[in-house]
């Protein structure tokens, strides 16, 4: 089959002095290098009333059907693949790992995710909005960052650590609410990318010691990895608690923790301001729950439970 190539302003400019001269359709054909049946149809689209052909009239009438002709976006007349996508993002999955996931069910039906993106984008999916269930909606991190002095540093890792070859090497991280209205303490394994978090009232140093060591106690812990904040300059004692490690990043690093600043972007449920003091545990395990089970490319598009149980087993 001959590839089809749609008619030029110049050539409708050709058709129009010689139909206008009373050349045969396969005259013109001939001359434009064309398939008569090509000329015939183009004369019998865009012709005026009084049959007489202008090539401005007949590039305006095409413009306007091709525009007409454009397929519908996929999600609007695909009703499993739209349901699909409104569960996804009703998890607060990403149209990325939407669209792998669907991959996976259905491999011979494929989605891209700037599908779902230019879907939520013109508003198709009924409910879901960038701003609301996607994960940057338009706004910066914002990043903090206090000077201590540590023993041992990021750029001093094992080798262990640096290719995520076992469990219980732990990046943590901790993320303000309002004012004096206290704050979120996120743990997260550089293997599994298993999500750990607990409420904290204060930023004080004993107090998030206490914290960390209350929700590693009965975890693998081989080693721990904060930033500079205040917060942390207990570390010695969490070394001596937990039997560990303790590394800390360069200032102004935080690509050097890249595993806990990516998690802490997923909790969005927690926008800059929230009230800690007003979330519940059960609140707070509800959110951990969703991300613990979502899927990550990194992780073969398996979640951090999925890929722990796979390991296990």
Sequence with gaps: MQPYHHFTLIERENIQEL??????????????????????RELARNKNKNGTYHHWRATTLYIIRRRKSRK???????????????????????????????????????????????????????????????????KRKNMRHFKIKPEHLIR???????????FGDWEGDTMYGAINKGSLLTLVDRKSRFLVVSLLQSRKANITRDSIVASLQKLLVNSLSFD?????????????????????ADPHSPWQRGSNENINGLIRFFPKGTNFHNVSQE?????????????????DWLSPIEFIRACCT
């Design 19 to 40: 139909y206008k001269e009373n050349k045969s359709i396969r005259y013109i054909a001939r001359i434009l290098e064309r398939a008569p049946s090509s000329i015939s």
């Design 72 to 138: 519908p976006f996929r999600l609007s007349v695909d009703k499993e693949l739209y349901e699909w996508v409104s569960a996804g993002l009703g998890k607060y999955w990403s149209p990325e790992i939407i669209a792998q996931r669907w991959k996976k069910e259905k491999v011979d039906n494929k989605l891209s995710h700037s599908t779902i993106y230019s879907s939520l984008k013109r508003g198709i999916i009924k409910g879901y909005t960038p701003r609301s269930h996607l994960r940057r909606h338009g």
């Design 156 to 166: 001093e890792w094992p080798n262990e650590i640096v290719s995520r070859s076992r």
């Design 228 to 248: 500079n904040g205040s917060e942390f300059a207990r570390f010695k004692e969490l070394e001596n608690k937990l039997n560990t490690v303790v590394y800390f």
């Design 283 to 299: 609140e707070l395990d509800s959110v951990l729950g969703l991300i613990n089970n979502r899927p990550r490319k990194c992780l």
